[in-house]
């Protein structure tokens, strides 16, 4: 299975609020037959710009990140599940490569 | 450079002709055949050059003699190489394959490894406060020695 990382922007919320939040999130992606690999917590930042979401003007969020396995047919259905979330200010799915091994094959020819 | 053999006595001329020759009709230079001949080759009689057939028949012999020797060791030198790079070949396929599977082999514990960290519904709670009480940092810079360069503005 494809390793992803989801970044989530969540609304800035009181400690109980954003771990109910994040347990809803991850329970989504168990229920899809993801593996969750870990959960970090890049803080809580001023937005680089306001962001409007459900109603709502944001300028400050917590980031998080996300990264787990899933199969690709899931994304689609999850991102608009999340997309509906009214906590969430924006999530983004990414891909991660494995890294790039360093053998002697590609490069500038000297 | 090849002695050319040709005119009229071809026939003649092939049985005693040396094997390095090449039997070809002779090639016209600069005249054509309606050109009249040159003053100075009037009444020339152009002789090739005397060859003693006992020689002749002897060279002939060893020269056969020894391109059959020469012929036989280069088609068996070259089997040779041919056999040693197949060899060479398969060595190397084979030692790609087993790295292959090792590493494979490798990546898979590794990833059982790692499977121990993973969240499940248990800790999910437990690790989710984790996040919360550590948030991480990734705004920083590295120098060409490695070493970490902090220096964002706090918001």
Do not use: W
């Not at chain 1, 803080?43 to 969020?61: D, I, V």
């Not at chain 1, 991102?79 to 799915?93: E, N």
């Not at chain 2, 006595?9 to 039997?23: F, I, N, T, Y």
Request: one cysteine or more; glycine letters at 4%.
């Amino acid at each position: 299975m494809p390793r992803y990382e989801l970044a989530l922007i969540l609304k800035t919320m009181q400690r109980p609020e954003t771990a109910a939040t994040l347990r809803r999130t991850v329970e989504t992606l168990m229920e899809r037959g993801a593996v969750v690999r870990n959960l970090e917590n890049l803080g809580e930042k001023l937005l680089p710009y306001k962001m409007a979401k459900h109603n709502q003007s944001h300028t400050r969020g917590t980031y998080f990140l996300l990264d787990f396995y899933a199969a690709p047919s899931i994304l689609n259905r999850l991102l608009d599940h999340l997309h509906r979330d009214v906590d969430v200010v924006r999530s983004t799915v990414l891909r991660k490569d494995p890294e790039v091994s360093n053998s002697n094959c590609c490069g500038p020819k000297s | 450079m090849f002695q050319v053999i040709g005119g009229r006595s071809v026939q003649a001329a092939r049985l005693v002709a040396p094997r390095s020759a090449v039997l070809v009709e002779a090639v016209r230079g600069r005249k054509s055949r309606t050109d009249p001949v040159a003053k100075s080759k009037e009444g020339r009689i152009k002789e090739p050059p005397p060859v003693d057939p006992v020689e002749m028949v002897v060279l002939k012999e060893r020269y056969s003699e020894y391109q059959m020797i020469m012929r036989a060791l280069r088609v068996q030198v070259e089997k040779q190489e041919a056999e040693r790079k197949q060899e060479d070949a398969a060595a190397k396929r084979e030692r790609e394959q087993q790295e292959f599977i090792r590493e494979k082999e490798r990546e898979i514990l590794q990833l059982q490894e790692d499977a121990k960290t993973f969240i499940t519904m248990e800790n999910l709670d437990q690790r989710i406060e984790e996040a919360l009480d550590n948030p991480k940092n990734y705004n920083f810079a590295i120098d060409k020695e490695g070493r970490v360069v902090k220096q964002t503005i706090l918001q």
